[in-house]
């Protein structure tokens, strides 16, 4: 699998985690280089991972069945627009972006409205034609998945319009240890999902933690 903005806290934390769970993963950036550089750390916190870098498009074109997509909302556009041929239409793209405050100047405790409703379904409308679009990973604290010796106890909620496009994104998610994926329903719930983010920014800036979500009453 490949993670596009995978020099990104979020996107570097996600590799560690699923590069220790015997998942290979292509790191990809703007910047191949960096990319690469991004790889030989992961290998020296994971012995025994399975990393490389890559130019975003290449890893892209890399990955197997799923591609991560961890950049800001100010870059998503572009580096989904960038993309070119490299995304097929039997891939499912994992979309974690957020629209927030400081995209357009403002707060990350903020929110920004998106007209296609989120920035999961902006996603969907940008890549090509086949490839679905999944939604999660937005209430996850990046500095919380870079600390391997922090033990995770939460849940990610997952958004997407059909079944067969979560089974694979919960199956290869629930290979992280303690956390749990949840489906939260259709592509159009993203714009509630990612909503959790910012208000999880304030209560950690008040309350000087990494807090996280759990849903409660599931088997």
């Known amino acids: 699998m490949a993670i596009l903005g995978g020099t990104g806290q979020l996107g570097f934390g996600l590799a560690l985690r ?12 703007r ?36 591609v991560v997509l961890s ?3 100010a870059s998503q556009a572009s580096t989904l627009k960038g993309l070119g041929e490299a995304l ?5 793209l994992l979309d974690a ?5 400081p995209a357009v100047g403002g707060k990350p405790t903020q929110l920004i409205g ?12 940008l890549v090509p034609k086949g490839v679905r679009v999944v939604s999660g990973l937005h209430t996850l604290s990046a500095s919380l998945l870079e600390d391997l010796d922090h033990d995770l106890d939460q849940d990610t909620l997952i ?13 290869l998610l629930g290979r992280i240890e303690g956390l749990r994926v949840v489906d939260a329903g259709r592509l159009e719930q993203s714009r509630i999902v990612e909503g959790l983010t910012p208000l ?6 008040r309350h000087k933690t990494h807090a996280g979500v759990r849903i409660t009453g599931l088997a």
């Open 18 to 29: 699923l590069g220790r769970a015997g998942v290979p993963v292509v790191l990809g950036s």
């Open 71 to 73: 950049v800001p909302y």
């Open 159 to 171: 958004c997407g319009d059909r079944k067969a496009d979560k089974e694979p994104v919960a199956e």
């Open 97 to 101: 972006t957020v629209p927030l405050g």
């Open 200 to 205: 999880l920014i304030g209560i950690n800036i």
């Open 88 to 92: 097929r239409e039997d891939q499912i």
């Open 31 to 66: 910047d191949g280089a960096r990319a690469v550089e991004a790889a030989v750390r992961a290998s020296a916190r994971v012995p025994g991972g399975d990393f490389s870098g890559a130019e975003n498009a290449e890893a892209a074109s890399r990955a197997d069945r799923i």
């Open 114 to 125: 998106v007209w296609q409703g989120s920035a999961a379904q902006a996603a969907q409308s």
